[in-house]
């Protein structure tokens, strides 16, 4: 079972609707990710936070955003998304932010834009 | 910068034969490797890792993989598999030394379909 938990696991939006992603850890992990998955491709990244700081941005569009309430909780705001945005969008979190370190991957939000 | 190369995109097998994933890799600095599983949809899972130490790593699960520095490969290989084997696995790599714009982030490769038939 994995201890980074994603809701919702399915969510379909209209392109003029704002939404918004939920991921929550309590492995006391202090860096959060996001990762984008089309069908069949690798995941990519999307946003790292480090200690509840915004570390990198991947150059993601600005209809993309991140927030981190705390250490805890990873969210992903959504609005005036495009029907290519449709994808599996993974949270992840790890001890820290650095080399080495293994990332553990939620189960994902499928997200469909319509 | 990193990149990964898959060998296969779709690796069928039959229940208790012998499996080998190839994963090849190119980077200018020194990586660390893993190897992830999704299952159908679901999330990934870390099946398996070299940082240092022994090239030869295994997971608890009967997977193993070798760190070949001079082929710079990762493959992965099961003796046996299992009909809940059937999943994507995924090679990735992140740099080993600290700072560089990839400092942290792992590299996918396009990920294996391994379907294990009965």
């Known amino acids: 079972d994995t201890e980074v938990t994603q809701t919702p696991k399915h969510l379909v939006m209209g392109m003029t609707n704002k939404k918004s992603l939920k991921c929550e850890q309590h492995?006391?992990?202090?860096?959060m990710y996001w990762y984008k998955q089309k069908a069949k491709k690798p995941p990519e990244l999307m946003f790292v936070y480090s200690y509840e700081k915004l570390s990198i941005n991947e150059s993601v569009p600005s209809r993309f955003s991140p927030e981190c309430p705390n250490s805890s909780l990873l969210n992903l705001h959504l609005h005036a998304l495009q029907p290519e945005d449709s994808a599996l969008y993974l949270c992840?979190?790890?001890?820290?932010w650095g080399t080495g370190n293994t990332i553990y991957f939620g189960e994902g939000s499928w997200l469909t834009v319509v | 910068a990193q990149s990964v190369t898959q060998l296969d995109s779709q690796v069928p097998v039959f229940e208790e034969a012998p499996v080998e994933l190839r994963c090849n890799y190119s980077s200018s600095v020194s990586v660390y490797l893993f190897w992830y599983v999704q299952y159908p949809n679901q999330g990934l899972q870390l099946l398996l890792k070299?940082?240092?130490?022994?090239?030869l790593v295994e997971s608890i699960n009967g997977f193993e993989a070798e760190f070949n520095k001079s082929q710079t490969s990762f493959h992965l290989r099961k003796p046996s598999v299992h009909i809940s084997d059937t999943a994507e696995y995924f090679c990735a790599v992140s740099p080993s030394n600290a700072g560089g714009t990839s400092y942290g982030k792992l590299t996918f490769g396009q990920g294996t379909i391994l379907t294990v038939h009965p």
């Open positions: 070299y940082l240092s130490g022994s090239t």
């Open positions: 492995m006391g992990h202090r860096a």
């Open positions: 992840a979190s790890s001890p820290h």
